[in-house]
């Protein structure tokens, strides 16, 4: 573990919807060690996702900051944030979020683009981290033409292609079944191992918790309990093979 | 790895490249290709209009200079005021106002529900890293590219009806003095006007897709 790569102290968020005033973040206050595989865990409306945005430099806090790497991301400026979440952020969706008319290789490729190489480098790279991934023989497919899992593994490879320091990973389980959904934690705790990259995922699959080294509960925008692996009780049993818990 | 530490201030990100745009651009005209399609008809329709207008009265005007007695009632059976030099009437001229600008509105409305449609892949690109002017380029370019081509069609359509109505109507007198010249620089108008219209019309839904914010971007549910 060691250092400190996120830093977030006395973060509130307030959203006004019409006359009503909506807490979504209550001062959160928390720190992430580079190369954890961090979980925050919640129900819908915890606040999961808010603090996330905070962390990808996509929203800003109402109250308190928010540190990567030791710099506050409210100094930055608008570029200079779209080159931080271009070089240090990859994010996962839910719903994957690929291009529907690009195959595999150019939804991976585009976000390498984004970060100034060549076409040629970046479809070099795509081809690379896709064959990571699995996917070495799906690269010219459609998102369309592959299953669910299979989108989110080109999500992830175009989350990983510019090696970034944290990725950033909403339900990235949400939309997929048993199987794949560990498939696709047993490919993210992987790429941690071997890429040294943090990954934070907002959850609410149990599955998550086995490959994570915290574990951050999340209830009405506070945080509830923050648990280290060791600390975590789990029981893990099978149904027809499938895991459950 | 690299680390925001090791450097001394965070850069700027670097405006991408139009080529990048064209490819964004393109993946999603190919995705509402139909759309797109009707979007482009309206265009077509309204340009071909224009030219067919301007074309008509260039040629009309060059038979009344050739002043020849048999033309000289052709032209009059066909209503042409020959005195008057072959303008074309103010009804006529109204008219084309009013397609022109529901050709506009036909392809901003196409461009603001495109928008709407794709505010997810707004957000996903900003997360990757677009800024605002990259996500201006990507639906200029789109809109444009639908306008332009459009315009295009629409010209060399105008000018094939307006030759043929005219050949059918003067007979072998309309090549006898077709002012080329002329008929291309009513061409030139027409792509002018045509791009003008699609270049205006996508301005601000370029701008309403830049404007998105990411996390509203993304919250939306498919």
Known sequence: ?245 | MKGLAQLEEIPHQTALSWRIALTVSMAGLRRRFFRSLITMVGVVLAIAFLAYMLVTESITRSLIALDHDELNILLQKFGVDIFSGGETDQMTIMLLGLTLMTCTVGILNSMLMAVTERVREIGTLKCLGARDRFIVKTYFIESSLQGVCGAVIGLVLGLIVAVAVSCRNYGGYVFSTLPVVSILGDLVISLFIGSLIAVFSSIMPAYAAARKQPVEALRVQE
């Open chain 1, 1 to 245: 573990m060691g250092d400190t790569i996120v830093s977030a102290s006395g973060v509130t968020k307030t959203y006004t919807m019409g006359e009503e005033q909506v807490h979504a973040l209550r001062g959160v206050t928390l720190e992430i060690a580079r190369g954890e595989y961090v979980s925050i865990m919640g129900p819908s409306g915890s606040g999961k996702s808010t603090f996330f945005n905070m962390v990808g430099g996509l929203d800003t806090p109402t109250e308190g900051e928010v540190f990567v790497e030791g710099r506050r991301l409210a100094d930055l400026d608008s570029s200079q944030l779209a080159w931080f979440r271009c070089h240090n952020i990859g994010f996962i969706f839910q719903s994957f979020n690929l291009i529907g008319t690009m195959t595999a290789l150019e939804n991976v490729a585009i976000a390498r683009l984004f970060a100034g190489v060549s076409p040629e480098q970046a479809r070099e790279d795509a081809a690379r981290v896709l064959e990571r991934v699995g996917l070495g023989h799906r690269l010219d497919h459609l998102p369309s033409q592959v299953s669910g899992g299979q989108q989110q593994r080109i999500a992830i490879a175009r989350a990983l292609v510019n090696e970034p320091l944290i990725v950033l990973a909403d339900e990235p389980t949400g939309n997929l079944d048993l199987k794949t959904g560990e498939e696709i934690i047993n490919l993210l705790n992987e790429m941690k191992q071997n890429l040294g990259v943090t990954v934070i995922t907002a959850t609410h699959d149990m599955k998550m918790l086995s490959c994570s080294d915290t574990v951050v509960r999340l209830r009405s925008g506070a945080i509830e309990s923050v648990q280290a692996k060791d600390e975590i009780e789990i029981t893990v049993g099978t149904i027809d093979g499938e895991t459950v818990m």
